[in-house]
T-cell receptor, first 113, second 115 residues
Framework: AQSVSQHNHHVILSEAASLELGCNYS??????LFWYVQYPGQHLQLLLK??????LVKGIKGFEAEFIKSKFSFNLRKPSVQWSDTAEYFC???????????FGTGTRLQVTL | ETGVTQTPRHLVMGMTNKKSLKCEQH?????MYWYKQSAKKPLELMFV???????ENNSVPSRFSPECPNSSHLFLHLHTLQPEDSALYLC??????????????FGSGTRLTVV
């Protein structure tokens, strides 16, 4: 069965620092990849997604992610974080069985002023 | 509003009660899902419905019973729950075809407390 790993469980950054959150998956076939964000007390919402084409995907709020097929990775980046980026971030993969996504365990990002 | 509406937002129930969670999607999607989100645990897939048909039951105890009367509505019927079932229950919908899932839209969830 496919799996998704997010190795950073809790990340603390100062405002204006650069962010990179890791996501690795285990599946050798075609994948669709997603990053979701959950702000405190709010619902999970889509940040960005990759289906095909340019492996560098741009999402909302200045986030981007790069699909590196050879590394089975889809890391999330932002050049300069803001306090309002404090949230939990989930990587998700759709592989083989098209009807569901497999989620990572999430990374809690805390941005300090 | 996300296009996926869950009611109620909060629910407190005793272990002998029977209650139901409701989810409605206004996005024209053809798949719906129930997830359980507990503190310090990954999102747990419970049930998957494609075109109203249940296609996955992820070893969920029988005290949770899903119902999907049409492609826009999904229910989760609860009975004789345990305190460890206290969690945030999330509904999601998506558009799927033979090879792709185009991404979930989540509802705001129902915060369930079992006392």
């Amino acid at each position: 069965a496919q799996s998704v790993s997010q190795h950073n469980h809790h990340v603390i950054l100062s405002e204006a620092a650069s962010l990179e959150l890791g996501c690795n998956y285990s599946y050798g076939g075609t994948v669709n990849l997603f990053w979701y964000v959950q702000y405190p007390g709010q619902h999970l919402q889509l940040l960005l997604k990759y289906f095909s084409g340019d492996p560098l995907v741009k999402g909302i709020k200045g986030f981007e992610a790069e699909f590196i097929k050879s590394k089975f990775s889809f890391n999330l980046r932002k050049p300069s974080v803001q306090w309002s980026d404090t949230a939990e971030y989930f990587c998700a993969v759709n592989t083989g069985t098209a009807s569901k996504l497999t989620f990572g365990t999430g990374t809690r990002l805390q941005v300090t002023l | 509003e996300t296009g996926v509406t869950q009611t109620p937002r909060h629910l407190v129930m005793g272990m002998t009660n029977k209650k139901s969670l409701k989810c409605e999607q206004h996005l024209g999607h053809n798949a719906m899902y129930w997830y359980k989100q507990s503190a310090k645990k990954p999102l747990e897939l419970m049930f998957v419905y494609n075109f109203k048909e249940q296609t996955e039951n992820n070893s969920v105890p029988s005290r949770f019973s899903p119902e999907c009367p049409n492609s826009s509505h999904l229910f989760l019927h609860l009975h004789t729950l345990q305190p460890e079932d206290s969690a945030l229950y999330l509904c999601a919908s998506s558009q799927v075809d033979r090879v792709s899932n185009y991404g979930y839209t989540f509802g705001s969830g129902t915060r369930l407390t079992v006392v």
